[in-house]
């Protein structure tokens, strides 16, 4: 999540919330089964399409819904003589996720005699479009965006988004999800307010080619040992074990993930000044990932200039047998690929290490502007998009929905249900790439030096050390 530098930095250890306190709560959000969450996610997560076009509701879209609205929102169809359109920013890297959540806004729309029109986004344009649109008041009503804690902390502090307590309490909303999942995000960046509401669940992990590995005699690794000899068996094979893009740092924090205890990981999100990648399981991560990239050949050969869009369509092409990236895209890869697609988290390479799956976390979130022109309109679409109505459509397009249905739904295919079952058996991860500030401007090109043979772990371990400090000295 590429972001200039901040004007203002988020509450440190000690201010308000406590690194303690975050851990157990994100403990607490592990331990839980997603099917008791009702099962992270754009941005959170890393998606790889830009986009900037609008798709715009139309008054003629149908109102059927599969679940219930809350009374609140039928209530106010009511009113909506008085209700003005209503824009809505839309952070995501799916054309499919675009479509179906273009056509719940167009429910919303003619049940209200409205039109509301939803805006994609990818990360880096959402996030500095936004910084520019929310003080001059011309940015959306609503926008699902970036759940990083200096971007929400700013937004906060400088109240261009609106807390959102009262309307949670009043519309019930804390009680569709588990509160593990509503606190995830709010709760390192903005103490008591609740600025935002997760939508979904996501994680990055390993997506399969099942026809590849079943030519193969492979079957999903739940071993370190087994992982690395499927790839080994792919690369013998003349396959191309895996489809990925240079511009994330996913193999690094893949292999970060199995080697790092889970606090080491969280304390550089929460930006403890003792933190460090100095730490020998950051720098044997960061071989790992300079060895698959550039010593074993495991991706394809111009992996560094690849696009996310062009790796996944490498991997739905039949091209590449594996795919790393997050599970915003079960949609896109259900509807694109000719094969069944099968997902695993990465195997824990330290076993003495609980099993933490790398992004684990809710999604990108709700927020709703200060200077939104209904705001009571604006309340009244997210009630109608946390609701069962909005989460059934969600798991019809192999989403995973952070609302708590009342009955486990069956998984609509293979690769939602793989990924519904690794995030009730793991414990809830990082983005890397979320520390913010100055690191995160330099996160990338410090990752591809390292992938280059530019850098060695060690040096690459120490350059994100150095751009770690900077940010909390609020660079």
């Not at 754009?42 to 798709?55: A, E, F, K, V």
């Not at 003349?238 to 606090?263: K, N």
Request: aromatic residues 12%; hydrophobic residues 35%.
């Amino acid at each position: 999540m590429n972001d200039s530098q901040r004007d203002a930095r988020p509450a440190r250890l000690g201010e308000g919330v406590s690194r303690r306190d975050f851990l157990a709560m994100a403990g607490l959000l592990a331990a839980a089964s997603p099917f008791a969450l009702a099962a992270c996610g754009s941005s959170g997560g890393g998606t790889s399409q830009s986009s900037g076009s609008q798709s715009s509701s139309s008054q003629s879209s149908s109102s059927q819904s599969s679940g219930s609205q809350s009374s609140s929102s039928q209530s106010s169809s009511s009113q909506s003589s008085s209700y003005q359109d209503l824009t809505v920013w839309y952070l995501t890297g799916s054309p499919a996720e675009t479509k179906y959540i273009t056509t719940l806004s167009d429910q919303f729309g003619a049940a209200h005699k409205i039109k509301a029109t939803v805006t994609p986004y990818d990360f880096d344009p959402i996030n500095r479009q936004l910084k520019l649109a929310f003080p001059a008041g011309n940015g959306p009503d609503v926008a699902y965006a970036n759940p990083d804690r200096d971007d929400q902390f700013v937004y906060q502090q400088k109240k261009w988004i609106i807390d959102l307590s009262a309307a949670a309490k009043e519309h019930g909303w804390l009680s569709r999800q588990a509160p593990d999942v509503t606190s995830y995000w709010n709760h390192q960046c903005c103490e008591d307010q609740l600025t935002g509401m997760p939508f979904d669940l996501a994680a990055v992990g390993w997506f399969y080619n099942t026809e590849i590995f079943n030519k193969h005699g492979l079957q999903a690794p739940t071993t370190f040992a087994e992982f690395e000899s499927n790839l080994q068996a792919l690369k013998s094979a003349g396959e191309i074990p895996i489809a990925g893009t240079g511009q994330s740092g996913y193999p690094f924090e893949q292999a970060a993930h199995a080697l790092v205890e889970r606090d080491k990981l969280f304390a550089l999100l929460m930006h403890d000044a003792s933190a460090t990648f100095n730490d020998p399981g950051f720098v044997e991560a960061l071989g790992y990932a300079q060895s698959w990239v550039r010593d074993k050949g495991y991706f394809q050969p111009n992996m560094l200039a690849t696009s996310g869009t062009d790796a996944n369509a490498l991997f739905t092409s039949g091209k590449a047998a594996m795919d790393i990236t997050g599970t915003w895209h079960n949609a896109d890869f259900v509807k694109t690929a000719k094969f069944e697609v099968g997902f695993f988290p990465m195997p824990m390479i330290n076993t003495a290490l609980p099993w933490t799956m790398g992004g684990y976390s809710p999604n990108n979130q709700w927020m709703i502007s200060s200077k939104a022109r209904n705001q009571t309109e604006a309340i009244d679409y997210l009630d109608f998009m946390l609701g069962e109505t909005a989460a059934r459509v969600l798991w019809d397009n192999s989403d995973i929905p952070a609302y708590r249905f009342k009955t486990p739904l069956t998984p609509t295919s293979k690769v939602q249900g793989d990924a519904y079952a690794a995030m009730g058996k793991t414990k809830t991860g990082v983005f890397i790439n979320n520390i913010g500030g100055y690191f995160t401007t330099q996160y990338i090109p410090v990752i591809q030096a390292l992938y280059a043979g530019k850098t060695t772990p060690a040096q690459t371990a120490q350059q994100l050390q150095d751009n770690y400090k900077k940010t909390l000295q609020g660079q």
